[in-house]
């Protein structure tokens, strides 16, 4: 299997921050990296697939980029609504892997 | 519009079995894998395995391979997710999960409302 690595595994930051959440892969994923948001007590929502395209109806503040074993996620300009957990997932291969998550806080 | 609509809430015993569901709706059911993710309390998301009722071919995580069984009715556009028998361990909230592109596991753009498997004695 394919092993995820997400880093940090929580951080807080202001409103108006930029913050940058990263994605390790134990091999080689090509770009078939996903980022995904979820607030409590809601399913997850796709925020990015495919490592840098931004599924439809994302703010723009959201981006991603990167290839092969190493991501990263960015929220360019925080807001209160970006409060969640975040977590990256591998489609190369099946099992479809995901990190272990990154909780974000709002300061 | 896509939906994916999951069975309620359930409360069973260990060593009872159990089968959950996930009906789909407003999508060529056949031609799109659908999969199943668990997230026990407080923790992330687990990748459990994954089906395409066009064919059944169905795959399992290690982890769960063995443990649970995933299945489709592509008569009822419904899939299934089910135990022969429970453990406490397997308390958790249940989404099944549709990638957003037809063919492929990729992006999960669509996800049911989640079931609550509570196993208790």
């Known amino acids: 299997d394919i092993q995820m690595t997400q880093s940090p595994s929580s951080l807080s930051a202001s409103v108006g921050d930029r913050v940058t959440i990263t994605c390790r892969a134990s091999q080689s994923i090509g770009n078939y990296l996903n980022w995904y948001q979820q607030k409590p007590g809601k399913a997850p929502k796709l925020l990015i697939y495919?490592?840098?395209s931004l599924q439809s109806g994302v703010p723009s503040r959201f981006s991603g980029s990167g290839s092969g074993p190493d991501f990263t996620l960015t929220i360019s300009s925080l807001q209160p609504e970006d409060s969640a957990s975040y977590y990256c997932?591998?489609?190369?291969?099946?099992?479809?892997?995901f990190g272990q998550g990154t909780k974000l806080e709002i300061k | 519009e896509v939906q994916l609509v999951q069975s309620g809430a359930e409360v069973r015993k260990p060593g009872d079995c159990l089968k959950i569901?996930?009906?789909?709706?407003?999508?060529?059911?056949?031609?799109?894998?659908i999969g199943w993710v668990r997230q026990m309390p407080g923790k992330g998301l687990e990748w459990m395995g994954i089906?395409?009722?066009?064919?059944?071919?169905?795959r399992y995580s290690p982890s769960f391979q063995g443990q649970v069984t995933i299945s489709a009715d592509k008569s009822i556009n419904t899939t299934y997710l089910q135990w022969s028998s429970l453990e406490a361990s397997d308390t958790a909230m249940y989404y099944c999960?549709?990638?957003?592109?037809?063919?492929?596991?990729?992006?999960?753009?669509?996800w049911g409302q989640g079931t609550l498997v509570t196993v208790s004695s």
């Open positions: 089906i395409y009722p066009g064919d059944s071919d169905t």
């Open positions: 997932q591998q489609s190369y291969s099946t099992p479809n892997t």
């Open positions: 495919d490592a840098s």
């Open positions: 999960a549709r990638p957003r592109t037809a063919g492929t596991t990729s992006g999960i753009a669509y």
């Open positions: 569901s996930c009906k789909g709706s407003g999508y060529s059911f056949t031609t799109y894998w």
